[in-house]
């Protein structure tokens, strides 16, 4: 490697939030005019490590980072995103930072506006300037020309496709002269095909020109079409830093996903089911961040059904359109039986339910006691732990009966409390998930949604909440759709596993596959016809 | 030490000072000349006749609509009630009971479109609610000159129209409640019992309500709306119905209040009550989200207490009128003081 072409070098970088390391060790070096592909499942430490490079505040606030950046031969310590850009790294983001009301001139040219003198500059100073339109117009069109895209510079952002918006976030990002460096985040996420091959020509224009370029995307095969080396992280680590010439998406795909551990199966590896019990076909979901688009799947009586997929390619809309918290369309049967959405209590009413991914806000009532909690929606939905009073004119809670079942639970669940009325919020994160789960078997469901049950609790609960469901699904033959975003845990519990990518499912695989079937599946890329039907027999 | 700091914290140091005050105020009134039994008298009259509005404010918190600001309107239905039971004619208990059947339906309407307009700024609900308070009492300014009563008793007497400020029931049903089962001490003191039967009965319909499918729901619904919905509740539904039943207490309590009074006062009378309320029930202990029935009994009580004995001695004592002021500096004080610290519930 020759240092003078060298352009930044991340050297040895750690990085922990509070004792939990997100990255450990990291280094690699970016040269003028080339494109690194970075690529990494979601909290393998990508956002953290361009955060550090970015000199975002929420680096510093949390203790700093380990490990030294340097640009063209020079360390730097970054104490804000100002500092970066003066440093000549521009950043697009997956969320646009545009200003919908402006046109595209405006927008490139934001704060760098092409100034004008008048006449009472000479009183007043510069600030008396006024815009040079045609000038802006003129450094406008001279970016986008260098981007080798096709982009009206009069058109408003809000009128934009969101193509056109992506382009503009990066022509605003090159049009500062000093930009060496250019980080892009999933730039293609939101762009069709057709868009995303025109960005991937203007980023190999961009390169040729000089600019470093730092790729990340969760698309492999673009990764592979555009990128001189790919870098892969895991778990906060390199695992692989590569040039590209001579990998496939099927390798990239492996080195995300696989890890060292191995996955856990106890007692018979494959159990076989015939009664279907639950058909989605067709089915939308409009959950801000998690949209759901054409999804259809069957799953059988006395299964584990586990879905998974990256963050954000809708996943968690899947129970949450299902049992009405979201709006939803499409052609949702139980037992045969339609079932009708965007009404919570008829999911609940025909025997769904659901354990949300989000503990704090949906799935408790933090104030109240655990009676209240486990008992309230079987309460609610089925009349439970009701008693009548004043000779049948009154029905009040039974807090005898309720006070029995939360012990029942606190018991088979192991959930660790000073009584059955203490409140919800002191709870530990893995005795909270207990409850929520504790509220879901409480209705006695047919067919249970449980969403990212392991998310943010310790591994011994982990066990614990896995444990419940295996016990639950095999001693009654309760039917459990699983969503989680841990491959790991969906593989070793689930009789079969689906993956869903941008609100689809692309794919449905025994949880013995190969990983790196998975990572294909994961990333949208076409997954061989034997696994499928493979998968679909089994 | 640490069990006196434990009982402060839950007990609430406001209200432990507050009651201390009140002792100290009734030791302190023989000495300028202030009669003790006629001052308790005083107190259980006037707790008796403001425990409904501060009752009224419960089921709106325990939903999560925060504190009824806007209770003007159910004492308005109340209003509306009372004015048409003297304009029927009716008497005694019918003439009482009658109010509060005539008032109920009027209730029922203003407490389902308020509720509807609650639904649709949620998060601002006390700041709306003040002002459709305020508004619907200067609305009701202008109809009870214009709504075609005739009773002569309640209009003025020289347009034949319009209802009067002030309307006397002394001859329909004043002191119905009051007079019941009345224990009378000596010429100053008298218990009020039938009044204080009747706050009690109100209290535990509420209690025992609370206790039911709707009320658990309710409270749910106000402790984490989400997960209510979750649970498949309306949360929509519920707050309407809360408001509801807020605004039929308030009805039910200007009733009250007047047959113990003795006037129907109309125009701008209502304008402050809901404020007296709120400074009693947050006095009590309540929080903008949680409140109990012993919130409301000791709330009204002890702030009922401090509006009849600090007026009194004290005005006995400078030898002049502060009492209005010192009303209006203690509940909004109060109200200030716990709005502040609005989430901490004493038990």
């Not at chain 1, 550090?52 to 700093?64: C, E, H, K, S």
């Not at chain 1, 970066?84 to 545009?98: K, P, R, V, W």
């Not at chain 2, 007047?258 to 309320?277: D, R, V």
Request: charged share 20%; glycine share 10%.
């Amino acid at each position: 490697m020759e240092t003078d072409k060298t352009l930044l070098s991340l050297q040895n970088i750690s990085k922990d939030f509070y004792g939990n390391v997100v990255l450990s060790d990291v280094s690699f070096d970016v040269k003028r005019g080339e494109i690194i592909g970075l690529v990494g499942e979601n909290g393998a430490g990508k956002t953290t490590l361009m955060r550090i490079l970015f000199g975002m505040n929420v680096i510093r606030d949390t203790g700093g980072y380990h490990g030294k950046v340097i640009i063209e031969g020079e360390e730097v310590h970054f104490q804000s995103p100002f500092d970066a850009l003066d440093a000549g790294i521009g950043m697009a983001h997956q969320e646009f930072s545009l200003i919908p009301g402006f046109s595209t001139t405006e927008n490139i040219v934001l704060n760098r506006e092409s100034m004008r003198p008048t006449v009472f500059n000479d009183v007043f100073g510069d600030r008396m300037s006024v815009l040079d339109r045609a000038d802006m117009k003129k450094r406008a069109v001279a970016t986008i020309a260098k981007l080798g895209v096709d982009l009206d510079p009069d058109t408003l952002v809000s009128e934009m496709p969101v193509g056109h918006k992506q382009f503009t976030e990066i022509a605003r990002e090159i049009n500062r002269e000093k930009t060496k460096i250019l980080v892009l985040d999933e730039p293609t996420a939101v762009l069709t095909e057709t868009e995303a091959e025109v960005l991937i020509k203007a980023l190999r224009t961009l390169a040729a020109s000089g600019i470093a370029i730092i790729f990340i995307s969760h698309r492999l095969h673009e990764v592979i079409e555009v990128a001189d080396r790919v870098v892969v992280l895991r778990d906060g680590v390199i695992v692989k830093d590569t040039p590209v010439a001579d990998v496939t998406v099927r390798d990239i795909a492996s080195w995300m996903v696989g890890r060292q551990v191995t996955v856990e199966r106890d007692e018979e590896s494959v159990r076989t089911f015939t009664e279907d019990i639950f058909e989605v076909s067709h089915m939308w979901v409009d959950m801000p961040g998690e949209t759901v688009k054409d999804m259809n799947f069957t799953v059988r009586k006395g299964e584990i059904f586990g879905i998974g997929g990256l963050a954000g390619q809708g996943k968690l809309g899947i129970p949450n359109g299902i049992m009405g918290l979201f709006p939803a369309g499409g052609d949702v049967r139980l037992h045969g039986k339609q079932v009708t959405l965007n009404e919570p209590r008829m999911a609940l009413q025909m025997g769904m339910g659901f354990v949300s991914e989000d503990r704090r806000g949906v799935g408790l009532l933090l104030e109240e006691s655990l009676e209240w909690n486990i008992a309230f929606t079987a309460m609610q939905i089925q009349n439970k732990y009701l008693k009548p009073v004043l000779g049948g004119l009154f029905k009040v809670r039974d807090e005898a009966a309720m006070r029995t079942l939360t012990e029942g639970y606190i018991d088979i669940l192991h959930i660790k409390c000073t009584s059955a009325d203490q409140k919800a919020m002191e709870l530990s994160g893995g005795n909270q998930q207990k409850i929520c789960l504790a509220k879901a078997f409480a209705i006695a469901p047919d067919l249970l949604f449980v969403s990212e049950p392991t998310r943010g609790i310790d591994i011994g609960a982990k066990r614990l909440v896995l444990d419940a469901l295996h016990k639950y699904n095999r001693e009654l033959g309760m039917t459990i759709i699983m969503v989680s975003s841990e491959l790991e845990e969906l593989r070793s519990i689930c009789d079969r596993v689906a993956i869903v990518d941008e609100g689809r499912m692309t794919g449905i695989l025994p949880p013995t596959a190969d990983l790196a079937e998975f990572g294909l599946l994961m990333t949208g890329e076409r997954v061989s016809k034997t696994s499928k039907t493979e998968a679909a027999n089994g | 030490m640490r069990s006196l700091k434990q009982f402060g914290a839950d007990f609430g140091w406001p209200r432990i000072i507050i009651f201390f005050f009140l002792v100290a105020l009734f030791f302190a009134a023989p000495a300028v000349g202030v009669r003790v039994d006629a001052s308790l008298s005083d107190v259980f009259n006037r707790f008796g006749q403001n425990a409904f509005f501060v009752l009224a404010l419960v089921p709106m918190i325990q939903s999560g609509c925060g504190l009824n600001f806007g209770l003007s309107l159910g004492i308005i239905a109340g209003l509306l009630g009372a004015t048409l039971s003297v304009q029927c004619g009716l008497h005694g208990a019918v003439g009482f009971f009658g109010a509060l059947v005539l008032s109920s339906p009027f209730a029922i309407v203003f407490g389902w479109l308020y509720g509807k307009l609650l639904n649709k700024v949620k998060g601002e609900e006390m700041t709306i609610a003040m002002y459709v308070g305020f508004a619907s009492v200067m609305f009701m300014c202008i109809m009870w000159l214009l709504l075609p009563y005739t009773a002569p008793d309640m209009i003025w007497g020289y347009a034949g129209k319009g209802l009067r400020t002030t309307i006397s029931v002394e001859n329909y049903w004043f002191h119905i409640l009051n007079r019941f089962g009345a224990i009378r001490i000596g010429p100053f003191f008298s218990f009020p019992t039938g009044e204080i039967l009747f706050v009690i009965f109100g209290a535990f319909l509420m209690w025992l309500f609370l206790r039911t499918k709707t009320g658990t729901a309710m409270t749910a619904v106000g402790s984490n709306p989400d997960y209510a919905r979750a649970s498949g509740i309306s949360v929509d539904k519920m707050r309407i119905i809360s408001v509801i039943i807020s605004t039929m207490l308030g009805a039910a309590g200007i009733i009250v209040y007047e047959q113990s009074f003795g006037f129907i006062q109309l125009y701008g009378a209502p304008l402050a009550m809901p404020f007296t309320a709120i400074a009693a029930i947050l006095i009590g202990g309540a929080s903008v989200k949680k409140a109990s029935m012993l919130n409301v009994v000791v709330g009204a009580f002890l702030f009922q207490g401090l509006l009849t004995m600090t007026p009194s001695v004290i005005n006995s004592w400078l030898q002049t009128d502060m009492s209005e002021v010192v009303r209006i500096v203690v509940s909004n004080g109060i109200i200030i003081y716990a709005l502040t610290r609005k989430t901490k519930v004493s038990k």
